[in-house]
Each structure stands twice: as structure tokens, then as C-alpha cells.
């Protein structure tokens, strides 16, 4: 068993496997043995077998909370968070004193869609273990889901005292920031995120997003083309490259932005209502009312695309069609 554990926490998951197995050749009720050849198959994603091992020895050890909180992972990563639930509070029940039990299942209750269950799992496991960062990290997940940005920082910024270099926790606490307008607060977030994880696409849109709202549009437009050379997929990316390259005046290159969305998005109705104001500050009506038209089809009950349509055909004298359009919308 000595042996089995120094290969297990080596990484050397095969030899420690097979001393496991020799273990229980010798004596197949090692409660030891069968546990960590179930927390040993979860590790290699092998979620039924570790199911299995883990079964086995409750059967040896009923009343071991390790034993559940281990067999509470693995459901949850076979999709079943209820039967996590289950284990959790029977491993807490054993052991009110386990903080690892109370996050995984604050976890599973979230995993449930149980926000209020699962805040109660994290503050109970932050309680107990004030540096489990990833506790305090939730809570402040959980607090933005529910429109508290203030209560969201708090959270965000116990999680970073826990563990400074937490990049998912800047990145989290600059949209907390950004979105009670405190812009300067947020850019030095997703600035810190970006110090952790250099490649991390989502701090380079918002921080792009950050700097437009400031009004520096050259560090909005570097971080928005960094954030697309490492994801060229992002809709949202081009489209918020758009936005800044038309603050700057630049609508030929807000037009290729723009075009690159719909490519990935023919149906994105804001992106076709962009487009068609583009075109038209450029003059091209009768491509503008190609795509506001295509936006209506998309998105029919948001009237500002109707009006700006209407402001074309009247640029154009298509005074009837303008009309009929003013009669739609009223």
C-alpha cells in the first residue's frame, strides 16, 4: 500500500494501479485499496469502474465520508448531480467538518440549478476553510446571476485574497466593475487577468470593450484583434470591433468586421441592423435596405431598425413605402 501511494501521487497512475490490484489479490475487502482504485479510474475518466471500486468499499467502510465525497465526484461527472447530492450529505452527515463535501456540493445544487442551496453549500465551506477560493469564487458567480454586482465583487475579491493568481476571478470581478461603471476599476481587472493568462480571449474583448467606453479607441482595437487572433470564431468579437473601428470612423474597416460576423452568423439580426447603418453613412442605400430588411425578418418587434429604415426611404423619396412602414410601427 506504501508503494501504491507513493506511485499514485507520483502521477505513475498504471504501476499504482497494479499494486492496488496486488493488494486485493491478498485481501479483496482493503477498503483503502478499493477507494483509491476508484478515485484512481476517476482520474483516468474511467467514471464506471470508479463507480464500481468505490461501491465496493462502502461496503467494507458504509460510514467513511471520504468514500462518498469520492463516489459524490463521480456521479456528478456521470451527470447525475442529484446522486451527488445524496453522497455529499451523507459524507457531511458523517463528517459535519468538510469543507471539500460542502463545495462539490454547492457544485452539484448549482450544477441543479439550486442558486440558494448551493450559496448556503459555498458559505458553509468558505466558513470552514476561508482559503478555498473557488468557494468564494461561486458565491460571486452566483451573486451576478442574480443582478448584485456589489455582492459579486465582495465575493470576487475574498476569492483573490485566498489566491491572487485566479484569472477566472479578475476576469469575473472587471464584468462586476464594468457594470456598476467603475471602468478604470475593471480595465486594471481584466489587466490582471491578462498578467495570469496572457491568452485569454475573454479579458482582451472585455477589456476592449473597457477602453471604448473610455474613449481609447487604438488599445480597444489591439485587445479586440488580439482576442480574435486567438478566437476568429467570436461573433461578439467582431462585433465589438465593429463598434470601435465605426467610433473611429473607419467604416470600411467596420464594414469588413461586420461582414466577417455574418459569415459565422447569417441570422444575427443587431449585426445586419449595424451593417445597413454602416452602408448607409457610406451612402449605399439600397444595400442598407437590403439588410435592415433582413434584420426585420429577424428580429420584427424591435422597432429602431423600422425607423432607421424609414430614414432611408426617405433619403431615397420613397415616400410611400416610407409611410406604410410608419403605419407598421405605430
Known amino acids: 500500500m506504501r508503494l501504491a501511494l507513493a506511485q499514485h501521487r507520483a502521477g505513475h497512475l498504471g504501476e499504482a494501479a497494479l499494486l492496488y490490484q496486488q493488494v486485493l489479490a491478498q485481501n479483496p475487502r482493503q477498503a483503502d485499496a478499493l477507494r483509491l482504485l476508484g478515485v484512481l ?21 458504509p460510514n467513511s465520508p471520504e468514500i462518498h465525497q469520492a463516489l459524490g465526484l463521480v456521479w456528478f461527472d456521470l451527470g447525475q448531480p ?10 457531511l452527515r458523517l463528517r459535519p467538518n468538510f469543507p471539500e463535501a460542502f463545495y462539490n456540493l454547492g457544485n452539484a445544487h448549482f450544477a441543479l440549478g439550486e442558486g440558494d442551496a448551493a450559496a448556503l453549500a459555498y458559505r458553509q465551506a468558505a466558513e470552514q476553510q476561508p482559503a478555498l477560493a473557488e468557494a468564494h469564487y461561486n458565491l460571486g458567480l452566483i451573486a451576478q446571476d442574480k443582478g448584485d454586482p456589489a ?39 481584466f489587466l490582471q487577468a491578462l498578467a495570469f493568462r496572457p491568452d485569454y480571449p475573454e479579458a482582451l474583448l472585455n477589456l ?69 447603418a454602416v452602408l448607409k453613412r457610406q451612402n449605399r442605400l439600397d444595400e442598407a435596405v437590403s439588410h435592415y430588411r433582413r434584420a426585420i425578418e429577424l428580429a420584427p418587434a424591435f422597432l429602431p431598425t423600422k425607423v432607421a429604415l424609414v430614414e432611408v426611404f426617405i433619403s431615397q423619396d420613397k415616400l410611400e413605402a416610407a409611410s406604410d412602414l410608419c403605419q407598421e410601427i405605430l
Open 41 to 61: 479510474a476517476h482520474q483516468r475518466g474511467e467514471l464506471e469502474s470508479a463507480r464500481r471500486y468505490l461501491e465496493l468499499a462502502l461496503q467494507v467502510q
Open 208 to 276: 476592449g470593450t473597457v477602453r471604448r467606453q473610455e474613449k481609447k479607441l487604438a488599445d480597444a482595437e489591439a485587445c479586440l484583434r488580439r482576442a480574435l487572433v486567438l478566437r476568429p470564431n467570436e461573433v461578439s468579437a467582431h462585433l465589438n470591433l465593429a463598434l470601435v473601428l465605426d467610433d473611429a470612423g473607419k467604416l470600411a474597416d467596420a464594414e469588413q468586421a461586420l461582414r466577417a460576423a455574418l459569415a459565422l452568423a447569417p441570422a444575427h439580426a443587431e449585426a445586419h441592423s449595424f451593417l445597413a
Open 151 to 189: 455582492g459579486a465583487i465582495e465575493h470576487y475579491q475574498k476569492a483573490l485574497r485566498a489566491r491572487p493568481d485566479y484569472p477566472e476571478a479578475h476576469l469575473n470581478l472587471g464584468l462586476a466593475q464594468q457594470h456598476l461603471g467603475k471602468l478604470p476599476e475593471a480595465a486594471t481587472s
Open 82 to 91: 442529484r446522486q451527488a447530492v445524496a453522497a455529499y450529505q451523507i459524507a
